[in-house]
């Protein structure tokens, strides 16, 4: 039994424990540090209503009513860890933990403005990256961008001028544990009647990914969306397992978006040619044939159209790995993964139906080089798996002459064209360009283009510089090759990886007075170009994207149609097809005369190949024609 004293003791522990969680929500500093992240928060997602993160949009801002006691309550357990710590420590350890916040803000913005999407867990395991990406990185930031640092500057001067107050805050940490309880409490609460029980309003939920992920962020904001993202890529880490039902449901819904059309005169129209593929950093299709100040932008590319296959309305469908999902999507017909980089996260993936595979079992051989390191964006290992038989990469030039990220185009290209001329025939060889990378800030020296008054000093007139100067030095290859007879039996394929300057600068473009309605452009459109001296110019303007890449240049070529037809692709034959669709990253559908059950199939696919990639899904196909 307890004695008197023990008993009043037992007794006054609720009320103790009361006193302590209200002393904790009464902190001066708790209840400023809490008010100002919930006003970060709300600016951060009025911010992201726009699509560069650089202005306000009212209408956009929520995707429905956001869960304000969600808010509440994952931002103050976040805060309440500062009541651990008494005196000096716990005054700058609430700073400290407004400073974290807000460079979590900070860095998914600057991420959101240039691929659309966070920071996320994935991340982590692509450090190689950051080489030389420290210009690309300024270029992200914003004015706009300094409001989330003022009171940060003030608290700390006001922290140091009444530093001798220090010893007035004391630990509290039954306190915080409180905050701490309630907050998940109440989390489990709020999970249970919005995701079990649709309780809320229409569209809200908490602990569910959205198709997009401002949803997810607006319900969650930063702290519980990154909290949750990293349970995600705990889940997304574990591979996919298919069950037999779940493949033959990938094989119909593949299958039933295929045409069985007869052939018609691009059927193996290039047979027994030689293939070169060039990746064209930031190509957008608005400058194609296009002029500034009766400059063209891309002289040496508008010459080529006479004698190519020109698709004008073929889109961009990269996502969380930029152009290295371009790499992807180009050599095996697949979306690229919903979280992170598909080359990071499954770099040894089995594609036995990928573009270098097809063109293997032809009797070509096969060679991927890239200006860059082979680990950037582990673009070697990635390729290599995808069945490219020879790989080179920087090592194997000389990378003295740089611009930007790495070696100059005009280096590059030239010591390639040594490459290439030596190759035996028939051959396939596939690689990339790298100067006309974002910011578009190209020497004094390698500007050609006169640019107008309005044009100069901007993002605009510099992406200009940079697609002219490219379009001349890949001019130059083509022309060296061409005198050496390199040129005479060989395709060249080339497309945009993504848009440029209005991908990662379209809050600049529209601020730019002057400028022509085909500047002002942003519809996410590349070019694909396939150009032989042989062929007769033809403009294609049907719909289709980079999945559509690999089964349009296996046509061409004559490859066995069991090889990239029915369940093996995403993509489509571009040439010869009456659907008029591409399916953008963000689910968009650009479409014409799709059914309505044709547009639900079109749009699982990206979901498909998420799963398909995620589940190597082709490793253990046998004949997935079977």
């Known amino acids: 039994m307890l004695n008197y004293k023990e008993e009043v003791i037992y007794r006054n522990i609720p009320t103790r424990i009361k006193d302590k969680f209200f002393e904790g929500i009464k902190n001066r500093d708790f209840l400023l540090t809490l008010v100002i992240i919930l006003i970060k928060t709300l600016l951060f997602l009025a911010l992201l209503s726009d699509d560069k993160a650089n202005g306000i949009h009212l209408k956009s801002i929520f995707f429905s009513m956001p869960p304000l006691g969600a808010w509440l309550a994952i931002n103050a357990a976040f805060v309440a860890i500062g009541l651990f710590f008494n005196g000096k420590v716990q005054k700058w350890s609430f700073w400290t933990l407004n400073l974290l916040f807000t460079i979590l803000v900070i860095g998914d913005m600057w991420y959101y403005r240039s691929n659309s999407v966070f920071l996320n867990y994935h991340m982590f395991s692509m450090t190689s990256n950051l080489d030389n990406l420290g210009s690309s990185i300024v270029s992200m930031v914003r004015l706009v961008d300094g409001l989330f640092l003022i009171d940060l500057v003030i608290m700390a001067v006001k922290n140091i001028k009444n530093r001798k107050t220090y010893t007035k805050h004391s630990r509290n940490v039954i306190g915080a544990l409180c905050i701490l309880l309630v907050s998940f409490s109440f989390l489990t609460y709020l999970h249970i009647k919005l995701d079990r029980k649709a309780g809320g309003f229409e569209g809200q939920f908490l602990f569910r990914t959205s198709w997009s992920p401002n949803q997810t962020m607006g319900n969650l904001t930063p702290i519980g969306y990154h909290i949750y993202d990293g349970y995600d890529f705990y889940q997304q880490s574990k591979p996919y397992k298919f069950d037999s039902n779940e493949k033959e ?14 052939d018609n005169e691009y059927a193996g129209m290039l047979k027994g040619k030689n293939l070169l593929v060039i990746q064209w950093e930031s190509l957008e299709n608005c400058v194609i044939n296009q002029k500034v100040d009766g400059q063209e932008i891309t002289p040496n590319v508008n010459k080529l159209l006479s004698n190519s296959l020109y698709f004008n309305n073929f889109y961009e469908q990269t996502y969380g790995g930029t152009s290295s999902d371009a790499e992807l999507m180009t050599n095996t017909s697949v979306f690229p993964v919903r979280e992170g980089a598909t080359f990071f996260r499954y770099p040894t993936n089995t594609y036995k139906y990928s573009l270098p595979n097809i063109f293997k079992n032809m009797g070509y051989s096969t060679l991927a080089s890239h200006p860059d390191k082979g680990s950037y964006w582990n673009w070697m290992t990635s390729l ?14 000389d990378t003295s002459d740089v611009i930007n990220l790495g070696v100059s185009d005009e280096s590059y290209l030239k010591q390639f064209g040594e490459v290439i001329k030596k190759q035996k025939s028939p051959y396939m060889a596939y690689t990339i360009t790298l100067t006309s990378h974002s910011p578009f800030d190209m020497p004094e020296n390698d500007r050609y283009l006169k640019l107008p008054e309005n044009l100069e000093g901007t993002k605009l007139g510099g992406y200009f510089q940079s697609i002219n100067y490219t379009d001349r030095y890949i001019g130059k290859l083509l022309s060296d090759l061409e005198e050496s007879g390199a040129l005479d039996n060989t395709v060249v394929v080339m497309y945009g990886d993504h848009e440029g300057v209005h991908k990662f600068y379209g809050d600049e473009v529209s601020a730019t007075k002057g400028l022509e309605p085909w500047m002002e452009k942003d519809d996410r459109k590349i070019p694909l ?8 110019g033809k403009t294609f303007s049907v719909k289709g994207g980079q999945v559509d890449t690999l089964p349009t240049v296996a046509y061409l070529f004559g490859a066995p149609k069991e090889q990239y037809s029915s369940n093996l692709t995403i993509g489509r034959n571009l040439l010869n097809t009456n659907k008029d669709y591409a399916l953008l990253s963000n689910y ?15 749009k699982s696919l990206i979901g498909i190949s ?7 899904y082709y490793r253990d196909e046998a004949d997935l024609n079977d």
């Open 610 to 616: 998420d799963k398909m990639i995620r589940g190597n």
């Open 588 to 602: 968009d559908l650009k479409q014409d005369g799709l059914t309505p059950e044709e547009q639900e199939k079109v």
């Open 529 to 536: 170009i396939v150009y032989n001296k042989d062929i007769q």
């Open 249 to 262: 449901e990938v094989r119909n819904t593949l299958t039933s978006l295929k045409e069985n059309k007869p």
């Open 384 to 397: 290599r798996s995808m069945g490219y038989e020879k790989l080179l990469d920087a090592s194997d030039y």
